[in-house]
């Protein structure tokens, strides 16, 4: 049975080759790093221009940044809220 190895964040690779650049002995392994996959989404074409009035509207460099934006900025209220939510239910399972 294979056991699969950890894939290391961007800051763990980091931490991992700062902490052994000065020991040759640690270079005789090679590393691979593999990039995050992207994934796409498809917007109905009335939405995409919309979208693409409010980017330019809020002088974003480009469509992506300014949906990556608005997507971080709704995904922290939601997270916010389930927290709030999970928070008042143990509060009423403790009583």
């Known amino acids: 049975m294979k056991t699969k190895r950890k894939v ?4 763990e690779t980091d ?5 052994r650049a ?3 002995s640690a270079w005789e392994k090679p590393m691979s790093v593999r990039k995050a996959k992207s994934k796409t989404v498809m917007l109905p074409s009335d ?5 693409a ?3 330019r509207l809020h002088r974003e460099k480009s469509l992506a940044n300014w949906l990556k934006r608005v997507i971080r ?6 997270e916010a809220a389930f927290a709030g939510s999970k928070k008042e239910l143990l509060a009423r399972n403790i009583r």
Do not use: K, S, Y
């Not at 931490?15 to 902490?19: E, L, M, P, Q, S």
């Not at 939405?47 to 979208?51: N, S, T």
């Not at 900025?73 to 939601?78: A, F, G, H, Q, S």
């Open 47 to 51: 939405l995409a221009d919309q979208a």
């Open 73 to 78: 900025e709704r995904l922290d209220i939601e």
């Open 22 to 24: 000065d020991n040759d």
């Open 15 to 19: 931490r991992f080759v700062i902490a």
């Open 8 to 11: 290391m964040t961007q800051e």
């Open 53 to 55: 009035f409010f980017a």
